[in-house]
């Protein structure tokens, strides 16, 4: 599921020049677009600030899904 709000939030900007920006690699970035990894609550809480989007929003899917939140 992709997480539009997170690319929206990204615009212009390329995967790599956001991972730079919140210290991680281009393909984690896209991981978190394409909803196949999160971000730490950290970088999350970042994203939050720095979108003005609740991370609860941006991040949608996984705060509907404990199996994600919690995994076993």
């Keep these: 599921m992709k997480r539009q ?3 929206d939030f990204r615009g212009e900007n390329s995967q790599a020049a956001m991972g730079e920006r919140y210290g991680v ?3 984690a970035w896209a ?5 196949i990894g999160l971000p730490t609550v950290d970088k999350m809480k970042r994203l939050e600030d720095d979108s003005g989007i609740p991370m609860e929003e941006i991040f949608f899917d996984a705060f ?8 076993a």
Excluded: A, H, R, V
């Design 5 to 7: 709000k997170l690319i």
């Design 25 to 27: 690699s281009q393909q």
């Design 31 to 35: 991981n978190w677009e394409n909803g």
């Design 64 to 71: 509907n899904n404990k199996k994600l939140l919690n995994p």
